[in-house]
Structures are given as C-alpha cells and as structure tokens.
C-alpha cells in the first residue's frame, strides 16, 4: 500500500488510547518504518545506466524492513524515546504489523507480482507470507481504504483537537483543528 496509507494507518493505532504527542508519533513511524527497505530506490535510479547498477530496491524492498527482526529493532529504538513504554511499545509492535498485513492484502504490483513478506527473514529466509488474492496498488479498495483513513483522520481532528500534523508543526495541526470545527460546529 502506499505511505500515506501506512503512516494513516499508524495513526489510527496512535490513538486507540491516551498517548502523549511524542508516543503517537513513534506509534504512527512504526506504521511507516517497514518501508525504510524502500529507499534503496534512489541508489538503484541513480546507477541504473551504470556498469554495475545497483539493486537496492529491487533485491531488498520488502525483505530488509518487512520482517520479525526489523519489527523487534524498531520497538527497541522506540523503547527509550517513548514516555508510556509498555503501552508504547505494544502500540508500536501492532502499528508495525498492520504496514506488513496491509501490504500482504494490497500490494500487488502493476505487473501482477505478488509481494510476500519475509517474516522470518534473516533466521528463516524460506519462510514467507503470501497472498494470491494480494489486491494491485492502484485497485479500488486500497483507495477506498486510504479515503476512510482520511476521513477517520478528520473526524479524529474535529473530536479529539489533534491531527497527524501535530507532528511537524503545531500551527498546522491547529489551523487544520479550528477550520474542521468552523467548518462542522460541534452541537451545544
């Protein structure tokens, strides 16, 4: 699936329960972290009229962020950052997850390839996940998928006073807050 709908989907888990400001956004990275494997695309489109391209998003998209050991690294790295570590740290594990049941469900490349998901990968390299019935990117369920998340995302906004702006600025995130709410006044 695509970014936006992973860091939505984070997003969601960041506020199934009261966390602070910092524990969302460490919930709502996880949901993205997975896809760290993918930046390997700037180096392969940078070398690919080279002598010796190289593959880095080709032969570890999906392999190197979408597993057991990257879920276990990142709740680490999380563990020290986050204020409510338990309940982070689970948030987090969970946030990771649903990127790797999202993409099993609907990230089916153009050209028909099915994604799998290395779980296991590096103890177990043979064992993955598939999916034949894996939707493509561009198919309807995906958008409509991201369009709920969307709107789940704005009517957190309108309730709850916080968006998934918070994160990068503050002004943001209150313009985006005060305007849902001038726009569809709460009932008194």
Not at 31 to 50: F, M, N, Q, R
Not at 114 to 137: E, N, R
């Amino acid at each position: 699936m695509s970014p936006i709908t992973h860091f939505l989907t984070g997003w969601m888990v960041a506020n199934v329960t009261e966390l602070s400001p910092r524990d969302r956004a460490l919930v709502t990275l996880a949901g993205i972290a997975p896809d760290a494997d993918g930046l390997g695309i700037v180096a392969e489109i940078a070398t690919k009229h080279s002598a010796q391209p190289l593959l880095w998003w080709s032969d570890y998209h999906h392999v190197l962020g979408h597993n057991l050991m990257f879920a276990l690294i990142v709740g680490a790295l999380a563990w020290p950052w986050a204020t409510q570590r338990g309940k982070t740290a689970a948030l987090v594990f969970l946030s990771f997850h649903l990127h790797l049941l999202c993409d099993l469900v609907g990230a089916r490349g153009p050209d028909g390839y099915i994604w799998d998901i290395p779980y296991l990968w590096p103890v177990s390299p043979a064992w993955t996940l598939a999916w034949s019935g894996q939707w493509k990117l561009n198919a309807w369920p995906n958008f409509v998928f991201t369009a709920g998340l969307i709107a789940m995302s704005l009517r957190l906004a309108w309730q709850r006073g916080i968006s998934p702006l918070e994160m990068i600025s503050a002004r943001a995130d209150t313009a985006v807050v005060e305007t849902l709410r001038r726009r569809f006044p709460r009932d008194v």
